[in-house]
């Protein structure tokens, strides 16, 4: 091992900075992260580092490095690009005694910086003690991806009920116990813990209570419209901390590739032949697994929130005192209309979008038709296959004219997707000619005229000038 690895604590301690430029500057803001209290001797102070000279633990000397500069010091950082300075710096330092760090100089240095992972207060440092900067930095990439963003208010919630476990669980095994369960959990504790979760009045006590009593959590994820890549890096993290992932038929097999191996996956969406759940049941089998402790993540198409039920599993689930979080997807109206190259919205054409059901239980919804005909927004018709040739009918009986263009975006985002484009009053055929099948999303307006992209077989050489 080059160097040792190890966490300093800086806070109000002296540090002195040798140079003016960008990277003397990364330093000092680093050293000022960790509550140090700086000293910036430089001849020519860059504009970022003059800036600093507003803080007040920041000390800006412009003036020619001497020796005496570093008494008193806890550590010294070289930084001024001149081998000759850094190198007199160095040394005054080594003789007075105090860890010196030479930037680019991992051999005459007693300290390097790592590059680092904040999920402060976690934090994970990375060196290769100067033999390849940047496969740190790649490392550090890789680790930042893999590390949720929610970590640190993680730690922080550990840090604040610390008093409270060590009050409850006077035995260091029990204490060791509890805080596996915790971290195994961690999105369900984390939840808990904050108080951000939706357990109303939520107390440390209380949290305590949910976390010992075993008690697990639900997370009501979007997943978007299909391609797996239009996941959030939120969802994908959920979708790996899960014990078990209750989705339905929106969300493909890939997607599912990204729970851990031993995850529980239930399927709950409608399919002939097949046991189908209702929402009730849907809603039982959410609360059954919370209650056994585990973290189960309620997997839907685009966004739980439009035309997806989640506000009822919201509801239901907190009427049961279970800690829920949800986390946004893109919905099918924005994902398929911008991947297909359509604009819901045109400076001067469309200034309105409308996310609107075809069908409520198989028929027609009862809407104002007529005012969305007049409404002169872009329409997104979710569930509208079966109903296409009504739901036209409707909108052009109401005052919609009956060569406003349409496109049909079947399984938009994947890799069987399918752009038909049209006019309102073909559509219906077009959906029976094409034998367009769900899902599929249907767009009404203007800007269903642009021309699009073309789409792996998408659009027909007549429509692409369109
Ligand atoms: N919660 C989902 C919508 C569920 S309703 C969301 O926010 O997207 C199901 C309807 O969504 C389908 O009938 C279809 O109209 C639309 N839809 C979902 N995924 C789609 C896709 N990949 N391509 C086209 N339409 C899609």
């Not at 739901?391 to 052009?396: D, G, R, T, V």
């Amino acid at each position: 091992m080059r160097y040792l690895p190890l966490f300093f604590n800086l806070r109000d301690r002296r540090c002195l900075v040798v140079g003016g430029g960008a990277i003397a500057n990364r330093k000092v803001g680093l050293l000022r992260r960790a509550g140090g209290r700086v000293t910036v001797v430089a001849i020519r102070a860059g504009r970022d580092i003059a800036a600093l000279g507003d803080d007040a633990a920041i000390d800006l000397l412009k003036r020619p490095f001497v020796a005496g500069d570093v008494s008193g010091m806890a550590i010294v950082i070289a930084a001024t690009g001149d081998p000759a300075t850094d190198e007199a710096v160095a040394r005054a330092a080594r003789d007075a005694g105090i860890p010196v760090g030479v930037v680019d100089k991992a051999g005459t240095s007693d300290i390097v910086f790592p590059a680092i992972v904040d999920r402060d207060p976690l934090i994970v440092a990375v060196s290769t003690g100067g033999a390849a900067p940047v496969l740190a930095r790649r490392v550090r990439a890789m680790v930042e991806a893999l590390l949720p963003a929610s970590l640190g208010a993680l730690a922080r919630a550990a840090e604040r009920l610390r008093p409270a476990v060590r009050r409850r669980f006077a035995e260091p095994r029990a204490r060791r116990r509890f805080w596996e369960g915790f971290f195994r959990h961690q999105s369900a504790a984390a939840m808990i813990a904050r108080g951000g979760s939706d357990l109303a009045d939520s107390d440390d006590d209380r949290a305590l209570s949910s976390i010992g009593a075993g008690q697990g959590a639900v997370a009501i994820v979007g997943a978007g419209p299909g391609d797996p890549e239009l996941l959030t890096l939120k969802a994908l993290h959920r979708l790996q901390e899960a014990d078990v992932i209750v989705h339905d038929r929106l969300v493909g097999a890939e997607i599912l590739d990204y729970a851990r191996r031993d995850a529980e996956l239930i399927y709950v969406g409608k399919e002939r032949g097949r046991h189908s759940y209702g929402q009730g049941e849907i809603n039982a089998l959410l609360a059954h697994h919370a209650a056994a402790g585990r973290f189960v993540v309620r997997l839907k198409g685009g966004d739980p929130f439009v035309f997806g039920r989640g506000g009822e599993e919201l509801e239901y689930l907190r009427g049961c005192g279970i800690a829920v979080e949800t986390v946004p997807g893109i919905t099918a109206a924005l994902g398929c209309a911008a991947a297909a190259g359509v604009p819901l919205t045109h400076r001067g054409e469309a200034r309105a979008v409308t996310l609107l059901t075809g069908a409520v239980g198989g028929e027609l919804p009862d809407l104002d038709w007529s005012a969305h005909a007049r409404s002169g927004a872009t329409l997104a018709i979710y569930m509208g296959v079966a109903t296409a040739g009504a739901l036209a009918a409707k909108l052009i009986e109401g005052g919609a004219d009956a060569a406003t263009p349409i496109k049909v975006i079947e399984n938009g985002t994947r890799e069987n997707e399918r752009v038909l484009g049209g006019t309102l009053g073909g559509l219906g055929r077009l959906i029976e000619d094409e034998a367009v099948r769900a899902p599929a999303l249907l767009v009404v307006g203007s800007v269903a005229g642009r021309a699009g992209i073309l789409a792996a077989d998408g659009l027909t050489a007549g429509e692409v000038g369109a």
